[in-house]
């Protein structure tokens, strides 16, 4: 069983940055595609992005595309979600997730049913 494990998250103002990191034990992230969900309190969890599996593809939710990243290590220890420019609107729980189902080898998922392996999340606040 993959165990994922999120990190980085916590509380800044509005303009600010960070960075998200998950990883996987006891092996590399290189054979599966990983994706960011976020999940606010009284909304349903929303996606965020997405890298794929083999040929490195991103996609991007268009909340956050221009501001948020997503990458890979050169090792594939770890995927990492760069965030720029946060909003208020931003603040939720940051959860990672993997997988590596046929409809994953290419261009990313944003279906969150697709992904069978998840963290426990993390806790992002942005406050104006």
């Known amino acids: 069983q993959v165990q994922l494990r999120e990190s980085g998250g916590g509380l800044l103002q509005a303009g600010g940055s960070l960075r998200l990191s998950c990883v996987a034990s006891?092996?590399?992230?290189?054979?599966?595609?990983v994706a960011w969900f976020r999940q606010a309190p009284g909304k349903e969890r929303e996606f965020v992005a997405a890298?794929?599996?083999?040929?490195?593809?991103?996609h991007y939710a268009d909340s956050v595309k221009g501001r948020f990243t997503i990458s890979r290590d050169n090792a594939n220890i770890a995927v990492y979600l760069q965030m720029n420019s946060l909003k208020p609107e931003d603040t939720a729980v940051y959860y990672c997730?993997?997988?590596?189902?046929?409809?994953?080898?290419?261009?990313?998922?944003?279906?969150?049913?697709?992904?069978?392996?998840w963290g426990q999340g993390t806790q992002v606040t942005v406050s104006s």
């Open positions: 006891g092996r590399t992230l290189s054979r599966y595609a």
């Open positions: 997730a993997a997988g590596q189902r046929p409809s994953l080898w290419g261009t990313p998922s944003a279906q969150e049913n697709e992904y069978d392996y």
């Open positions: 890298i794929g599996q083999s040929d490195g593809t991103t």
